[in-house]
């Protein structure tokens, strides 16, 4: 057999999803791969029903349907603060994984330098590999999540043609202030680098934390993509439904990356959403309300059962402290953890740069029953597992 490319050659599965099959190969709890298990909202359910009698079976244009992309570019206008044009900055994707992968597509040449926060959001590996671009590193450091200026600045001095970012970040829940952004925006200008962010977590911002849409930032919008996506928004992950914002003249190459990647996102699915993009301030504050209570009761469950972890500013995710277990390997405690406990996390090594192997990550997007299932079966995690010397 003639060799398979070069480039893939390194490439392992995606650890996240391979943590959703040993979920259900043990029958745990799955607290892995971050997704809902309760229902989308009912107006969009709703919605879903009465596709099969509409002309919605065939490809949208490339870019997105154009009802919306009127909905989603009045609903970011209204919460970014600027206007966003509806034919001329909006690419609709299959996720925010293609509108990332389209974003890199589109500015990075093989060989470019982009710079990636560690810990991320393991597709980024990916997405640099299969643009042809090299990722530089820059720790954000524990227990703050907080960058130095002068590391993130000399990253900056290697010539980067983008730098990722993550906000709110998987998996450390930071949310990146207004200082902070201001801060990277100057390099940017600077250094004159693209910045990609990854924002699907927008709404979930825990007080008094506030979300700052990098793009917004003075001079940004004409160097920023900004990816994001409606899974987490509307609780709907399995219908890969994703978008990039840029001005225009980077939207027209996005575009056609984009519809040579995969034509377009799933036309019937863009006209079902609409509702949810039409719905007002009130869903938002429910949203946050229940993820809010969410956090409290994990995170507050973990620490009664004393075992320690992050409580997020931000997105839908804990990292937990196993140290007091000894296992060397992460991915091996996860398993472990899956089979003999009944919960499935996600081992931290596969999210940070440097050799960390002492964390896992949950995701609490999930029933409340759901958690406290999770939490009982955690109560017996020292006597399941007992530590290694
Ligand atoms: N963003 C989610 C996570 O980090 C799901 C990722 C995915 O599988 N697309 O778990």
């Not at 298990?37 to 079976?57: C, S, T």
């Not at 004409?222 to 987490?232: Q, V």
Request: contains cysteine.
């Amino acid at each position: 057999m003639p060799k398979l490319s070069k480039r893939t050659e390194t490439f392992t599965d995606s650890v996240i999803r391979r943590m959703t099959r040993v979920s259900l190969k043990y029958g745990a709890v799955n607290l892995s791969q971050g997704f809902p298990d309760f229902e989308p909202p009912q107006m969009i359910l709703k919605r879903l029903a009465e596709m099969p009698g509409e002309n919605v079976h065939q490809y949208s244009l490339t870019w997105g349907s154009k009802p919306f992309r009127a909905a989603l570019a009045e609903k970011q206008t209204r919460f970014m603060g600027h206007p966003v044009d509806p034919e001329k900055e909006i690419v609709v994707t299959c996720g925010s994984t293609e509108a990332m992968m389209a974003a890199m597509m589109t500015v990075a040449n093989p060989g470019d330098k982009v710079i990636v926060f560690s810990p991320f959001y393991e597709n980024y590996g990916a997405d640099t590999i299969l643009s042809g671009a090299e990722p530089i590193y820059v720790p954000l450091v524990p227990p703050t999540y907080d960058f130095d200026p002068d590391v993130l600045e000399d990253a900056f001095r290697q010539h980067p043609k983008a730098l990722i970012l993550c906000n709110p970040s998987n998996p450390c829940g930071k949310v990146f202030t207004r200082a902070e952004l201001e801060f990277i925006a100057t390099l940017a200008e600077r250094y004159d680098t693209f910045v990609i962010t990854d924002e699907v977590y927008e709404h979930i911002v825990y007080a008094p934390h506030q979300h700052v849409y990098f793009a917004t930032l003075p001079g940004m919008w004409e160097r920023t993509i900004s990816c994001s996506s409606l899974s987490k928004t509307y609780s709907i992950t399995g219908w890969r439904l994703g978008y990039t914002l840029a001005c225009p003249e980077i939207t027209d190459r996005i575009m056609k990356v984009h519809d040579f990647l995969t034509v377009g996102a799933p036309h019937p699915l863009q006209e079902a959403v609409i509702p949810g993009l039409k719905a007002g301030q009130d869903y938002y504050d429910g949203l946050l309300a229940t993820y809010t209570r969410k956090r409290d009761l994990f995170v507050g469950g973990l620490n009664s059962l004393g075992l320690e972890c992050t409580n997020p500013d931000g997105a839908y995710y804990v990292l937990m402290d196993v140290s007091e277990f000894g296992y060397k390997d992460d991915l091996e405690f996860c398993e472990v953890l899956a089979r003999d406990v009944g919960v499935g996390t996600v081992p931290g090594s596969s999210f940070f740069r440097e050799p960390v192997n002492h964390l896992i990550r949950f995701h609490f997007a999930k029933k409340d029953e759901t958690l406290y299932d999770a939490l009982n079966r955690l109560e017996s995690i020292r006597e399941k597992i007992p530590a290694r010397k």
